[in-house]
């Protein structure tokens, strides 16, 4: 009795050799499904970039650029779901070929073996907010560029900075370069406003420097404002006006996409925007969501297990995996759903960053835990 007491503590621990074992037959997986979705992803934005940009003036290799471009991005949006198919993949196959079975046997708990595949997640999900999110921020920031020459959009272009606001608009002469120090962002009231002209071959044609500026439609509208062109004697006016084709909607869309910002470089401009005025809650919202990314990748696998895990029974397996993605996918919309709401200012944007990953973690646990006693 003595040397069995002895040796149940010792079975009961996770040798590293089975550790790496399972982790690496996770990762295995991981990989053939992420570069096999990469693949599907890339044929789809073929198609899809071919029919936006044919007959514009994009050759074939432009247009495979641009695909490309965009691929970071979207294979960034799918690592939930190939977490999630890699996991039930992982622990199907374990449980089928009866290793799972064994392992239990020797005293391991459903949480010792789980231990290596949800770390492989959160290093997996760790990799992808800090390495594949900043490479996917840059390749799509010009994509969007690439893409709007062919496409004839405006070209006009915005920036926030330490200075403030930054706006460069064509006009019928030439261009217009409008700075700001801050913004009332509801009825966008420029305040401290400085206008720099320029002609058609970007010489300088003079400046405005005013109080401040409003939107109005169609038009600048510019108060308590200084004239001056080179040569020319400053002028004082009450008002001046600069024809405009932006709308407060373009300019609110047009402030830098949160995709394009790495998250190492979204709470800077979270404080920038806040600070000229304008509402960071895109920002703030992608920031947390990509803060998130390792815990949504647990809660994945944790989601796979409480179905893969299970005992199979004939005829059931097919239906037992499906229910699993799909309840994959049900998480997955509910979490793009929340965060709508949370966009919309319904409910905080911490609580709209983390709720889906948080719910799955629980719904996964609390599965397993029943497992686990029966």
Do not use: C
């Given at each position: ?118 770390i492989a997640g959160f290093l997996l ?101 200084w004239k001056t062109s080179p040569g ?23 402030l830098a996409d949160p995709q394009t ?114």
């Amino acid at each position: 009795m003595t040397s069995n007491a002895m040796s149940s503590p010792r079975a009961m621990r996770l040798s590293p050799t089975l550790l790496w074992y399972i982790g690496r037959q996770y990762l295995n997986l991981f990989m053939m499904f992420f570069f096999g979705l990469a693949a599907v992803i890339l044929l789809i934005t073929v198609v899809d970039v071919i029919d936006r940009v044919s007959g514009k003036g994009a050759d074939l290799g432009t247009m495979l650029q641009l695909a490309f471009m965009k691929l970071p991005y979207l294979a960034q949006e799918v690592m939930p779901f190939t977490a999630l198919f890699a996991g039930l993949a992982t622990f199907w196959r374990l449980t089928r070929s009866h290793e799972l079975v064994v392992t239990r046997s020797a005293g391991v708990s459903v949480w010792q073996f789980l231990l290596p595949v949800l770390i492989a997640g959160f290093l997996l999900g760790a990799a992808t907010t800090a390495l594949l999110n900043p490479l996917a921020s840059i390749l799509l920031s010009r994509y969007e560029a690439l893409e709007s020459t062919f496409k004839g959009k405006s070209s006009s272009t915005f920036a926030i900075s330490k200075t403030g606001l930054w706006l460069r608009q064509p006009g019928e002469t030439g261009q217009s370069v409008i700075h700001a120090v801050s913004v009332t962002p509801e009825s966008m009231i420029l305040n401290h406003v400085i206008v720099f002209n320029y002609e058609t071959n970007d010489r300088f044609a003079g400046r405005i420097d005013a109080k401040s500026a409003e939107l109005r439609e169609g038009r600048w509208v510019l108060f308590n404002a200084w004239k001056t062109s080179p040569g020319v004697p400053a002028e004082f006016f009450d008002t001046v006006e600069i024809n405009t084709d932006l709308t407060i909607e373009k300019i609110q869309e047009s402030l830098a996409d949160p995709q394009t910002i790495s998250f190492w470089s979204l709470p800077s401009f979270i404080a920038l925007m806040e600070e000229a005025g304008f509402s960071a809650v895109r920002h703030e919202l992608q920031f947390h969501r990509l803060l998130a990314t390792p815990f949504l990748l647990i809660a994945m696998i944790l989601l796979a297990a409480s179905f893969s895990l299970r005992p199979q029974r004939r005829g059931r397996v097919g239906l037992v995996l499906l229910g699993g993605v799909l309840t994959g996918f049900l998480f997955y919309f509910i979490s793009n759903f929340v965060f709508t709401l949370g966009l919309s200012g319904k409910i905080p944007v911490v609580l709209a960053a983390w709720l889906p990953s948080g719910v799955s973690m629980m719904f996964g646990v609390a599965a397993l835990l029943h497992l686990e006693d029966g």
